[in-house]
């Protein structure tokens, strides 16, 4: 499949109107917005009161325009209409037709969001208003789109295939297949997909294991004595930086430190970054400092110790009651 990528850029630089470029950027100038929901709320009787909680929802809406009936009337000090948007902000409309003879409720309101909520508290007052959601059409698709969405699919299910492998290999040395790689890893396509990969010497995102990923490399033995609670000279000095910079305490005992430990170290083994900056420091290539990124997984990390302290001390008063329990039944 990857030796179909640069006939198909070249194809799609030939005939730029029937591709989409990535992030679909002709998708903004070439749709419209349109109606593509509408409701139609009143009260229900002239006479009496309403408390009425509705909610307007379109997960493809952009936004929502409220159209009032000019006849509606809602007295201040005796009913109100308020609508909240998806980010809980609330609009309250009070009429003042029954106190000044003059009808202040708007034509029209207009929320963003995908759904709004509407309550309406009247006590014989009449109402009436349209809900219209807009959103944007779905343009037409050529077949080639089609093809495009197949391709991507199906290196989709191999990216996921080979980065779930748990075979190690060195790196190609075939130049016209890491050439090839490299044009994969590089198009803005799979940058965000390969981004958590790992690399080669030239720190270079490759699609498959490596040897920084052996057992017997130096970062692995690293996390995976920090992980475990080997307290290697290495370990201990990553641990003695990071404390020094946060200027705490720990407390919980070595269980607690370990389980604290074992998250830090996923926290950097899941983060290309840290990685990166992880590897000349046990490669003994380079000192390591104490940097934004490392002390934000750090105190994450740090931030479970209390609610693992204290999960461990009720479980240990829930043992210590069992064992007073079954202590008293032998007694009796």
Not at 20 to 48: H, N
Not at 75 to 87: E, P, V
Not at 268 to 289: M, N, V, W, Y
Request: with cysteine.
């Amino acid at each position: 499949p990857i030796c179909l990528v640069k006939p198909l850029q070249e194809l799609a630089s030939q005939l730029p109107t029937h591709f989409l470029d990535v992030g679909f950027p002709a998708l903004g100038s070439a749709v419209t917005e349109e109606i593509i929901g509408m409701w139609t709320m009143k009260s229900s009787t002239l006479y009496g009161s309403n408390d009425i909680t509705e909610e307007f929802v379109c997960p493809s809406a952009v936004r929502f325009v409220v159209e009032f009936d000019p006849r509606c009337r809602t007295k201040q000090g005796y009913g109100y209409m308020r609508f909240t948007d998806s980010l809980g902000q609330k609009t309250t409309l009070y009429d003042e037709y029954g106190l000044g003879g003059r009808n202040s409720l708007p034509k029209t309101l207009t929320f963003t969001g995908s759904n709004i909520q509407f309550h309406c508290r009247s006590n014989g007052e009449w109402w009436k208003f349209t809900v219209k959601a807009y959103g944007r059409s779905t343009p037409p698709l050529y077949c080639l789109n089609d093809l495009q969405l197949a391709l991507a699919q199906l290196l989709g299910k191999l990216c996921s295939v080979t980065l779930s492998t748990k075979s190690v290999r060195m790196p190609t040395t075939d130049k016209k297949e890491k050439k090839a790689v490299e044009t994969l890893l590089h198009s803005d396509l799979w940058r965000t997909l390969f981004r958590g990969g790992y690399e080669e010497d030239s720190n270079t995102k490759i699609i498959s294991r490596v040897y920084t990923t052996s057992s017997d490399s130096s970062l692995s033995t690293l996390l995976h004595g920090l992980a475990n609670g080997v307290m290697s000279p290495k370990v201990v000095a990553l641990l003695d930086i990071c404390q020094a910079e946060k200027k705490h305490q720990t407390y919980g005992g070595p269980l607690v430190d370990k389980a604290v430990n074992a998250v830090f170290a996923a926290f950097i083994c899941h983060t290309q970054e840290l990685r990166e900056e992880l590897i000349p420091f046990a490669c003994d290539k380079g000192p390591l400092t104490a940097t934004a990124k490392l002390m934000s997984a750090y105190v994450a990390s740090e931030a479970l110790r209390h609610d693992l302290v204290e999960a461990r001390q009720k479980l240990m008063e829930a043992k210590e009651r069992n064992n007073a329990a079954k202590q008293a039944n032998i007694d009796e």
